[in-house]
């Protein structure tokens, strides 16, 4: 079992930044890719970005320009660094891996979420 533990959601203004954290223990063989959903109420979870092991990144088009996803992949963390931030960009936001084991099973694991809320 590979478990993800998330910090840095919080409550900010329209326009200003947080930094969400995550970072990945437990019995890890390789991790492939880690990242960010989000959750807003009443709406599906949608991949915000995420970063390969490799260090190669993609975005929802929502938030290209204004977040920046970073990590380290020896160390199985991955950072979220939310700039401009929107009253839209509200949510739940989850930190997930994509981990593969020894015989090539494949598992997506999740954390448990951390809230972001930007008043208006």
């Known amino acids: 079992q590979v478990q993800l533990v998330e910090s840095g959601g919080g409550l900010v203004q329209t326009g200003g930044s947080l930094r969400l954290s995550c970072a990945a223990s437990g019995s890890i063989f390789r991790i492939n890719a880690m990242g960010w959903y989000r959750q807003a109420p009443g709406k599906q979870r949608e991949l915000v970005a995420v970063r390969s092991s490799g260090g190669s990144t993609n975005f929802v088009d929502s938030v290209k320009g204004r977040f920046i996803i970073s990590g380290d992949s020896a160390k199985n963390t991955v950072y979220l660094q939310m700039n401009s931030l929107k009253p839209e960009d509200t949510a739940v936001y989850y930190c997930?891996?994509?981990?593969?084991?020894?015989?090539?099973?494949?598992?997506?694991?999740w954390g448990k979420g951390t809230l972001v809320t930007v008043s208006s």
């Open positions: 997930f891996a994509d981990h593969s084991s020894r015989d090539y099973a494949t598992t997506k694991y």
